[in-house]
């Protein structure tokens, strides 16, 4: 054989360091990842959940349709949205994603 066999179990052996160096970048791109993307994301969520909570009678919504409404009913999974004057919808309370202030709808 021309290679030692000191010479292949140094290459076989690595570095615990130099291991962890390689893995190094990747726990950084997770890291960034997550204050980037994710952690904003949970906290847009937590903001829509709270106010779905808080809708009440009366108020003036914007829904995932695009529809401007006044809300008539409220149940625990579905409210009722008057869109003209009888026009009402039911739909889920999900479906809302902007609470107008009031008198935005004439």
């Not at 570095?15 to 997550?34: H, K, N, R």
């Not at 937590?46 to 829904?63: I, R, S």
């Amino acid at each position: 054989m021309f290679i030692s066999s000191a010479y292949a179990q140094a290459a076989a052996g690595g570095d615990t360091q130099s291991t962890i160096m390689g893995l190094l970048p990747l726990v950084l791109m997770f890291v960034v990842l997550y204050f980037v993307m994710i952690r904003p994301q949970m906290k847009r969520q937590k903001e829509h959940k709270a106010m779905v909570e808080a809708l009440a009678k009366g108020d003036e919504v914007v829904t995932a349709g695009g529809f401007l409404g006044k809300v008539s009913k409220i149940g625990e999974a579905y409210i009722g949205v008057e869109l003209a004057d009888g026009v009402e919808v039911q739909m889920q309370r999900s479906a809302v994603t902007q609470v107008l202030p009031k008198g935005t709808i004439k």
